[in-house]
């Protein structure tokens, strides 16, 4: 099936600072997703992109379609501490979805 | 309108037991999705649904687990005689019919399963 490396594992910032992120892929994929899990709580959709190339924002969010179509990444401006959480990409062929790992972030304030 | 419901959303149940999770999805969606997010990873397939119909079962473990989504009620992850390895959240997710490109899949909040 499709993997999806996502990296980093885990980042440890402080507020205000930006923070980047991002997956990769040895399959070439049509749609990237990019989702959040609060504790306790599930996946809300944060950003999707349908396009290699596509820049799209959300906020002070913005995540960007590679152009090989293997990759994809999130960056978080002027980060805040309600940003903490489980950042997941993520891929679907049809109907199903496939999440990278996480990256699990800490904004320390 | 009210979000993915699932309950319980925590379940103990000691080895060889029964577990039933159960997933109301939003209203307007037919289509249900179960995921498992061991400790520490990602949420990984199990199962897709429509009423009365199970989809793509490809995610789904060959024994011991089993899935429905009636007419009436919610969708139903049943876990037979669980073991340990068992121990997981467990995500439902829904969407409206499938009309080309991707449907959002909306999460309910998991029932965090424990097995002792």
């Known amino acids: 099936g499709q993997q999806l490396n996502q990296s980093p594992q885990s980042m440890f910032i402080q507020e205000g600072e930006d923070v980047s992120m991002n997956c990769t892929s040895s399959?070439?994929?049509?749609?990237w997703l990019w989702y959040k899990q609060d504790p306790g709580e599930g996946p809300v959709l944060l950003i999707a992109l349908y396009k290699a190339g596509e820049l799209t924002s959300n906020g002070r969010l913005t995540a960007q379609f590679g152009i090989t179509r293997k990759d994809s990444f999130l960056n978080i401006s002027a980060s805040i501490p309600s940003d903490v959480g489980i950042y997941f990409c993520?891929?679907?062929?049809?109907?199903?979805?496939?999440f990278g790992e996480g990256t699990q972030l800490t904004v320390n304030p | 309108n009210a979000g993915v419901m699932q309950n319980p959303r925590h379940l103990v149940r000691r080895r060889g037991q029964e577990a039933r999770l159960r997933c109301s999805p939003m209203?307007?969606?037919?289509?249900v999705y179960w995921y498992r997010q061991l400790p520490e990873e990602g949420l990984k397939f199990m199962v897709y649904l429509q009423k009365e119909n199970i989809i793509d079962e490809s995610g789904m473990p060959k024994e011991r687990f089993s899935a429905e989504f009636p007419k009436e009620g919610p969708s139903i992850l049943r876990i037979q005689q669980v073991v340990r390895g068992d121990s997981a959240a467990y995500f439902c997710?829904?969407?409206?019919?499938?009309?080309?490109?991707?449907?959002?899949?909306?999460f309910g909040p998991g029932t965090r399963l424990t097995v002792l």
């Open positions: 993520g891929e679907t062929s049809g109907s199903r979805l496939t």
């Open positions: 997710a829904s969407s409206p019919p499938l009309a080309g490109g991707y449907n959002e899949q909306f």
């Open positions: 209203k307007g969606h037919s289509h």
């Open positions: 399959s070439i994929f049509n749609t």
